[in-house]
């Protein structure tokens, strides 16, 4: 495994792929037969209105959600803890640690086994990247929104991941804080680590897709190469959406 | 009323005065207490946390076993601990009967379940919130307690506190196995008991006295240490 966060560190390429994946929950089918292949070493963006699953998504990719039909390959065999731990993600509220900021990065690596004696380079190097440095030693809950998020980020880039699962990592982050975030994403897609990222942001989907995954309603409604999809878009969901205007209707 | 005055005005004299008796009393109680109370929270603060973070067959009934164990009287929990350490008991042999080490027993089988249970709690409700991030970071298994008890610190200190306060105050147990014989068993519960009974009430309102102001100090302290922990968002 691969234990080092510098910019010097290169991540293998992974990509993912899902067949035929369907989740329910409360009685309901939320994630409906998406079939999606995940490119090694691309930035994959995610995209679609509220409740369209990106979360659900994301989380089955993860494999901290079962499908209830449907399978999440990587490499060619189904997820499991050892190819999990090769990923890394970012959720739509990160959970931080009661403790430093110091001590969140720490805590991400000695759970990827990292002995103690190798962890304080690693999280130095992260805190740097981050630009947390001097941030280091405060309580990571009483941080501001972008710091906490840039915190999020840096904790799960720290044990080096091969693929990195971002969902909606800039929601209501200001400019500055965006370009941060972006910033540390681009870094890694730098060093070879498999971008999937959600987003609501059109702009945002254009600085950093490779390829898009536009979902409508628990389905794929169309996925391609990033300027394929986001200027010419074939489904009606994806147009209205990229278009500006409201789109309510639930089938493709 | 002027005669609880002037009982009053005694039982502040021998407090000032460092009365050696009370001392030992005073020096007795805290030694059992806080022993128990450390028994008590190296057994069940792991065992509550391994409940609240774990789900497998059988932890509703224990749930609700330790539930219900954390309202034991003391009484009761003393005459078990006496049968277990009589001469005829199992535990016999150890000796242990009318030892201070009897009432540490029986003040640890009083406490640990107070201790599990709700350290069961609130492990169980931070797991709740931590689940993912821990399934997304590969925490798992011993891993996953030890992480659970650390970043709930603040919150199980006011768990400990709460089994310190029933040990300290708890007459019914540490009576029955301790005997309170004097120089050697005596705890400030059973000297209030006793004193009280023979009238002595300067000895005994001195007592409840410290027993009242340890109560306060510690609750105190707690709450300050609470206070700066939620200023730092670590509670
Ligand atoms: N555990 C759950 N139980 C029931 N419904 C859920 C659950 N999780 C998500 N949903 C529903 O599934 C849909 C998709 O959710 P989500 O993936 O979070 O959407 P988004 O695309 O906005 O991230 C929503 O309608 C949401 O209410
Ligand atoms: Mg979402």
Redesign the pocket.
């Given at each position: 495994m691969n234990i080092q966060s510098g910019a010097e560190a290169v991540a293998r390429r992974t990509g993912l792929t899902a067949r035929g994946l369907c989740y329910d929950?409360?009685g309901?089918r939320?994630i409906d037969g998406m079939d999606i292949s995940i490119a090694a070493g691309r930035r994959t963006v995610v995209m679609?209105?509220?409740?369209?699953?990106?979360?659900?998504?994301l989380r089955l990719l993860h494999g901290i959600l079962s499908p209830a039909s449907g399978e999440v390959l990587c490499e060619g065999r189904p997820l499991d803890c050892a190819l999990r731990a090769r990923q890394a993600m970012v959720f739509?509220r990160p959970v931080l640690l009661r403790r430093s900021v110091r001590g969140n990065l720490a805590f991400a690596l000695a759970a990827k086994g990292v002995p103690r004696r190798d962890r304080g380079h690693a999280v130095a190097d992260a805190l740097e990247q981050a630009r947390l440095t001097h941030l280091a030693d405060r309580p990571a809950r009483v941080l501001s929104g972008g710091e906490q998020q840039r915190l999020a980020v840096a904790r799960a880039l720290i044990g080096g991941p091969d693929l990195l699962l971002l969902?909606e990592p800039t929601a209501s982050l200001d400019p500055g804080s965006t370009h941060a975030i972006e910033e540390l994403i681009q870094n890694a897609y730098q060093r070879g680590v498999t971008i999937v990222m959600?987003t609501h942001d059109a702009g945002q989907a254009r600085r950093i897709a490779d390829d898009v995954v536009f979902?409508n309603s628990?389905r794929v409604v169309e996925a391609g190469p990033a300027d394929q999809v986001l200027n010419a878009p074939q489904s009606n969901a994806a147009r209205a959406w990229l278009g500006g205007r409201l789109y309510l209707d639930s089938t493709p | 009323m002027t005669g609880f005055g002037s009982i009053l005005a005694q039982a502040l004299g021998l407090i000032a005065s460092g009365d050696a008796a009370l001392m030992e009393i005073i020096g007795l109680s805290l030694r059992v207490t806080l022993s128990a109370v450390a028994l008590s929270c190296l057994i069940g603060l792991p065992l509550g946390a391994a409940v609240g973070a774990f789900r497998f067959p059988g932890r509703t009934a224990l749930c609700v076993v330790l539930n219900a164990l954390m309202g034991l009287p003391p009484v009761v929990v003393g005459l078990l601990v006496y049968l277990m350490l009589s001469a005829a008991g199992p535990l016999g042999p150890l000796a242990l009967l009318y030892t201070p080490s009897a009432m540490v027993i029986a003040q640890t089988v009083l406490v640990t379940p107070i201790v599990a249970a709700l350290t069961r709690q609130v492990v169980e409700d931070l797991n709740q919130e931590y689940d993912e991030q821990f399934k997304s970071l590969g925490v798992t298994g011993a891993g996953r307690v030890s992480a659970l008890l650390w970043d709930a610190r603040f919150s199980l200190l006011t768990v400990a506190l709460a089994g310190f306060g029933r040990a300290v105050a708890e007459v019914g147990a540490v009576i029955i196995v301790g005997g309170n014989i004097n120089h050697v068993t005596r705890v400030m519960t059973t000297t209030i008991a006793l004193e009280t009974s023979k009238g002595n009430l300067e000895l005994a309102l001195a007592l409840g006295v410290v027993l009242l102001g340890i109560a306060v100090t510690v609750n105190a302290a707690v709450m300050g240490l609470r206070a700066s922990a939620v200023r730092s968002a670590y509670a």
């Open positions: 929950a409360g309901k939320l679609g209105a509220n409740g369209a699953g990106k979360s659900v998504l739509q969902d959600v979902l628990g | -």
